[in-house]
Nanobody, 124 residues
Framework: VQLQASGGGLVQAGGSLRLSCAAS????????MGWFRQAPGKEREFVAA????????YHADSVKGRFTISRGNAKNTVYLQMNSLKSEDTAVYYC??????????????????WGQGTQVTVSS
């Protein structure tokens, strides 16, 4: 499976961005999907995840109420809508796919495939 993340960019604090991650595999609906981020000098951080059927989602406390993960299985794409962005949201954002679990995986070790990352920069 190849994952292609896009939608990053430079935005002012308080603004919004929507990230997309397109999967090459037509069995996309068989994968739980997640978003992670990594800021310079920091460890990779879980952001949000969504189950195969989109019946369950989970968001990290740091983004809860501001970010929303969703998926469009017909388009083999997972999205991350980011609102009320803060300077501390600045990071490279990665999407990931897990084909083994039915639920909502929250750690990087649970994911099998990773995208290349897209840079999000929030200016204060």
């Amino acid at each position: 499976v190849q994952l292609q993340a896009s939608g990053g960019g430079l935005v002012q604090a308080g603004g919004s961005l929507r990230l997309s991650c397109a999967a090459s595999d037509r069995t996309f609906r068989s994968y739980a999907m997640g978003w992670f981020r990594q800021a310079p000098g920091k460890e990779r951080e879980f952001v949000a995840a969504i189950s195969r059927s989109a019946g369950s989602t989970y968001h990290a406390d740091s983004v809860k109420g501001r970010f929303t993960i969703s998926r469009g299985n017909a388009k083999n794409t997972v999205y991350l809508q980011m609102n009320s962005l803060k300077s501390e949201d600045t990071a490279v954002y990665y999407c990931a796919a897990d084909f083994r679990r039915l639920g909502v995986p929250k750690t990087g070790d649970e994911y099998d495939y990773w995208g290349q990352g897209t840079q999000v920069t929030v200016s204060s």
